[in-house]
């Protein structure tokens, strides 16, 4: 009996050859993916993708935006949002590299497609294939491998509390650096083959979002820091400083040629920085969008200021319970790694402490508050999502648990990580939970849709006064800016991140002659009857009336 139950735990060190293995990993992270994503919402179709109060919607309406205009320079840029000046589409989070390539065929498909349906899925699948690349690295190729690999990938909380921003969700990216780390630090690839490699990484992630290039970038030059100090010879040294150096002319023109280094400002110094920080009980506990399962959160609270959900970062309880276990019942384990890895623990140390910001918090009490160095102050205005910044520790972190469990000698071993799986698997059922009501919301919009869908649809252009950044609610202009650039109408405003409106100047509109066709929407506490009548030259009581939205005015053709 004993042969026997020996003989069936070595069948889970039994070698898979790199074909099947990385086959069945598509395939399980595929089957994952359908098993919470239904097929509505992974087409674009789900009202997930259709609310006006919240993100998705600006990121769709300004793909739109892109698509109904001409190509310019910078690559991103359009007049039909923040006309007539423009703007880059960046700014609205609609993920460069897809919009680019979404352009040429958008005029084939049905008016109002997108892909952040389809970037889910590639996301979520391209994160499986990661973690199950993770696990053959740092292991062997083998089936406790291929189902721990793959799906404590896909179940990562902070990756699955990401959905309402899409860019975001390509955080397979981290797991690939931390693999190219792995894979230098075994002496797996030449030093060359991996700045290649990693500055093609870098160059992709350019494509998808800043947050995610600025925390590869530091992976990637941690790496060749900590070549150059296992090494330490001049020849060395060279390398790292110019692979340190060589991908930032290139990271810079393509940042440019998307318009994220054009027309923009900063905002005031510690905006967000403090406020979407990482609770402490964060990685423990989760926040109130979804918490552990089993951990009690009863009456704590969990997020501070209203935006910690930014700092989302829990592990999961099977992870955590792994975590405690090496460190308790292997110290030496720990040490080892400190020792060995002691660059890329700076380095860790530092994104942790960004994530919590200078303001930390546990619970609801403030337990540390520090004044912001300058030197990093205008940092913290770029990066102010300051609690992501832990997401390349929790891979870490998962790293080494796959790395200890898979690499003991005894099997039984991997019998207890795929128990912790299971754990973890059950755990996280909040946060599927929580992934699947999302994927099934109706679609949700401020005002009547027909309405506003026919007015704008027939408008020459479009007027809010004042604008957003100036005065108005993001709400409204992203209300707006959902119909304008379906229909291709150009919006002086717009839901856009950190673009430097002068108020004064989108104002002087107010004194030109009315042209057919123009929409104004005015915030009623803005302006009096005797500006509008001025402004509409005598015309307010015909072409205005006053609605839900403000004060609305419709020039005749």
């Not at 970037?119 to 979520?124: A, D």
């Not at 990401?162 to 650096?177: D, E, Y």
């Not at 290039?213 to 010879?233: G, P, Q």
């Amino acid at each position: 009996m004993s042969l026997n139950f020996h003989s069936l735990l070595s069948w889970l060190d039994y070698p898979l050859k790199r074909c099947p293995y990385y086959s069945a990993a598509f395939l399980l992270s595929v089957i994952y993916t359908l098993h919470v994503f239904p097929l509505a919402f992974l087409l674009g179709n789900s009202g997930f993708w259709f609310n006006t109060y919240t993100d998705p919607t600006q990121h769709i309406s300004g793909f739109w935006a892109f698509a109904n205009d001409e190509w310019r320079f910078p690559l991103l840029h359009t007049t039909l949002l923040n006309a007539p000046d423009g703007v880059s589409v960046a700014f609205t989070d609609s993920i460069p590299l897809m919009a680019i390539l979404a352009k040429p065929i958008y005029p084939l498909l049905p008016q109002g497609s997108h892909y952040m349906g389809l970037w889910v899925f590639v996301c979520y699948v391209a994160q499986g294939l990661a973690g199950a690349w993770g696990a053959s690295v740092i292991a062997k190729r083998n089936p406790v491998a291929l189902l721990a690999g793959t799906l404590f990938a896909v179940m990562m909380p902070s990756l699955m509390i990401r959905l309402p921003h899409g860019a975001l969700l390509a955080q397979f990216t981290l797991l690939v650096a931390l693999v190219l780390y792995c894979r230098v630090h075994r002496r797996q690839m030449t030093l060359v083959a991996f700045g290649l490699g990693s500055t093609g990484l870098l160059l992709f992630v350019a494509g998808i979002h800043p947050y995610l290039l600025a925390m590869l970038y530091a992976l990637y030059a941690t790496t060749l820091l900590s070549v150059a100090w296992r090494e330490w010879n001049l020849r060395t040294m060279l390398f790292v400083v110019t692979w340190c150096i060589l991908p930032l002319p290139l990271l810079l023109l393509t940042l440019y040629s998307f318009g994220y280094l054009a027309g923009t400002g900063l905002p005031p110094a510690e905006n967000g920085y403090t406020d979407s920080s990482m609770n402490l009980l964060s990685p423990w506990l989760g926040t109130h969008l979804a918490t552990s399962r089993f951990l009690p959160t009863e009456g704590i609270v969990l997020d501070a200021t209203g935006m910690q959900i930014d700092g989302h970062n829990y592990l999961g309880l099977g992870l955590i319970l792994a975590l405690c276990g090496i460190t308790l019942g292997r110290p030496g384990k720990t040490l080892e790694f400190l020792k060995a890895h002691w660059i890329m623990a700076l380095l860790l140390t530092g994104l942790i402490i960004y994530s919590l910001s200078n303001k930390i918090y546990l619970a609801n009490h403030v337990v540390l508050h520090y004044p912001l160095p300058r030197l990093i102050e205008p940092l913290t205005q770029i990066f102010r999502g300051s609690g992501r910044f832990f997401w390349p520790v929790g891979y870490v972190l998962l790293l080494i648990v796959l790395r200890f469990f898979l690499t003991q000698s005894d099997p039984r071993f991997r019998v207890a990580l795929l128990a912790l799986l299971a754990l973890q698997y059950a755990d996280t059922l909040n946060h599927r939970e929580y992934l699947v009501e999302s994927a099934n919301r109706e679609p949700v919009f401020a005002y009547d849709h027909d309405l506003w869908n026919e007015r704008i649809g027939q408008a020459s252009s479009v007027y809010l006064l004042p604008t957003y950044g100036c005065g108005a609610s993001n709400s409204d202009a992203n209300f707006l800016q959902y119909f304008t650039a379906l229909h291709a109408v150009p919006f002086n405003s717009g839901f856009v991140a950190r673009v430097s409106s002068d108020c004064k100047a989108k104002e002087k509109v107010l004194d030109a002659e009315r042209q057919p066709g123009e929409v104004f929407i005015f915030a009623s506490e803005h302006y009096t009857v005797e500006q509008l009548s001025v402004t509409m030259g005598g015309h307010n009581e015909r072409w205005c009336r006053q609605e839900d939205i403000g004060i609305v005015c419709i020039v005749d053709k």
